[in-house]
């Protein structure tokens, strides 16, 4: 089947596009890009002026629960929730009920996402057996299997000695390693920010240092070893100075920033409700010097990517005393308006280093499709509405979980519609568009 | 005083009563209202002298004193305050193996709601716990120790101690010694006494001092000659053996020598200076014995205005409030 | 605005009143004054001024605070507590003839507060009421035994005594308008 998105401005950083352009696709491939395209018997799609058109965003960080917890959240409920957030690719997380350190539950994982037929999946396995940070995992097989990278996140990997032979390994297969960067010991059983905050609500603070050591431990490994390190979930500023440092040196050293540490701060932890636990994560909203040091970091390109660390959490698991709550929120639907809102309307980026952070680099640093509308790439659409009024509604987010803080929020922009491999899988009414 | 205004049983005044439903912290209360709780605890504190040490004033009230952790001295305390109320009390003390076995605080509270308590107070080794129950309860909630976070009742009791004896709490030099970073009692007393005008100093070994603790309008010192020169009040708070094997400091022998209070750090502070401590002491350890016993401690004391306090607490609340507290 | 009683009524009503005291109790042994917070009490103090001038002794008072005692208190669901202040009796209550000093006798029930205050102190011999403006309008079986003046109120009518000792200056005044 053929369909013309006609109209829209197209960007497409890979090719140099930004403007009103047409878009032609075949079947599951993108056949043509340029101005005026003849509809030569596609289904033609009108896009309005005041929508973009991008190559489809890609969340790097996700953990879809499924093998194990459903009750939180299922490949299924997951894709859905991607899909609506804008998202035709998700990597999910290993650190499932069993881990994912084998073939078995990689295929598995993949065999849910062919069911759901939403987003695409691409899973991220384990570095360790169960993640317990002593043996390997079996790297090539999960490589083969269908891993794009590995990681043990959750927590960091247990030692350097077993992240540089992880390094090595995994290096031979150009995968990366993503790492949950922490120091445990400082870390102690810390369950916010160490900072003003925690210390008038009487909470275990972390502090920034404590992500930090495990950001610079990562990157003299990555240039020991040569191999590529991506710093998940930053959020600390000395994390961000190390990252810095390690690009000018020249080591493949990547990162990335979820909207929820470049939007709030730890004072989220004191109001509108005190000690609410869709206001705990790990690593936790810190201080505003370093919200706003994430914030230079999107502007100035020393972070790659945006990705939502999307954990979902059982309404009755959050609804305890702050300290006994899991760590963790949902982001996946909320990422698109928080990052137009904050970030672009804001003035800090324009559109095409949004469409760098959200499809280009991630699909780069993971290998995988996407981050261009190339022809004859698979035809994964995001269409975004950046001046659409959006109210966030946690009851009617599709994810299983509704652990957000971002509920009953207004922001500008949203998200318009989700093709993947040219078959719209989202559409959303408020934004009028006729797929 | 304005003129009188004629209520229903003659000419009494109605005055401000405290602006919320619940007790949580000192943090979220005015100084007007903290004055308002230490006057009518002046009130209260006589009734204690009577024959007959009980008023009807919570008659046909019920309060929970629910507490999760372990502690006679606070439970006791209010329990004889609500009880000279005329109040129903009914004891819940939750083992901590039951905690951990089944209920959610959440449906503790709920089960507890079911029977209509009036109040409930609440002692919880969480931060936060009573802010959660008071979301989840209607009843109002009075916070005996939350975790690491407030202990409003003890920095009332604290305060009017030192009122009692100093007649204000303005321009008072008040020095708090001892672990900072684990004591609920310390950010009570910090905000309750800093709103008041008092010049806060806290000290203890930087390992257990809060960061940024200079935000809440404190001095903060490691030298304790510092801390206590010409002080007006001297609070210790407690050292817990665990914070050693957390590596705070390497042991209660070095503790004692370098911050413990002696007599002879107590001559650096003013001739009439007041020994004060929330108590389990750890005598040898925060405070020397002869401290404890001597003739500035009034440590005893107290325990004694912790009643009134208490009864001034459960008073202001039982009428509810005029406006629900702001979140 | 109209004055009912001013500075000299009111002295000269005082006057008359401890008198009266002095004769029905043949004398001021045994006892007591306990004036109702607030302004009773200021008007036990004159009272005990005028007693011992006229017989030379001294009669103890004692101040009450009947805040606690009220049978309005805590029956609204949403409203503020009256203040509480301190009662102040120091001396035994036991065996004593208590004369209860209130300002103003309305529905009466402000006495029968001070009654069970005073109860709760211990089991005095007996207790006299002793009133400045008695308006009637009673709600209760409650009758005084001195009474400085009789003033027919209207229920939307109130009464204000306003005593030196707190409103700087004698008088009795009787408004329109009740407040709440």
Redesign the interface.
Known sequence: MKRLLKGGRVIDPVNGIDGVHDILIDGDRIAAVGRDLPADGASVIEIPGDLVVCPGFIDMHVHLREPGQEHKETVASGTASAVAGGFTAVACMPNTAPVNDNANVTAYILSKAAEANLARVHPIGAVSRESKGELLADIAELKNAGCVAITDDGHPVKTAMLMRRAMEYAGMFGMPLIEHCEDPSLKGDGVAHEGYMAATLGLRGMPGACEALGVERGILLSELTGSAFHVAHMSARASLRAVRKGKEAGVRVTCEVAPHHFTLTDEALGSPIPYDTNTKMNPPLREAADRDAMLSGLADGSVDVIATDHAPHHYDEKKVEFDRAPFGIIGLETAIPLSLDRLVHSGLIRLPRLVELFSVNPSRILGIAGGSLSIGAPADVTIIAPDLRVRIDASRLRSRSKNTPFDGWDLRGGVAATLVGGRPVFVNPEAHLAL | MSAPVITKVDEIPAVTSLRRKDLLGISDMAADEITLVLDTAEAMKEIGSRPIKKVPALRGKTVVNLFFEPSTRTRTSFEIAEKRLSADTLNIAIASSSVVKGETLADTALNLEAMQPDMIVLRHSSSGACHLLSRICRSAIINAGDGMHEHPTQALLDAFTIRERKKRLEGLKVAIVGDLLHSRVLRSNIHLLTKMGADVWVCGPPTLIPTDIRRFGVRATSRVDEAVADADVIMLLRIQLERMEGAFFPSLREYFNVFGMTEARLRLAKPDVMIMHPGPMNRGVEIASEVADGPYSVILDQVANGVAVRMAVLYLLAGGAEHETAA | MPVVMDADRIARTLTRIAHEIVERNKGVDDLALVGVRTRGVHLARRLARTLKEITGDEVPTGAL?I????????R?????????????IPFSIDDRKILLV???L??G??TR?AL??LI???RPRGIQLIVLVDRGHRELPIKADYVGKNLPTAPDQ?????LQE??NRDEVVLEQG???
Do not use: K
Request: charged share 30%; aromatic share 6%; proline share 4%.
């Open positions: 605070d805040t606690l005692y009220r049978d309005d208190l805590m609204h669901a949403v409203g503020p507590q009256p203040l509480v202040r301190r009662t102040e209130d300002d103003v309305y529905t029930r402000t507060a069970d205050a709760d102190f211990g109130s009464v204000q005594v306003r707190s409103d009740g407040a709440a």
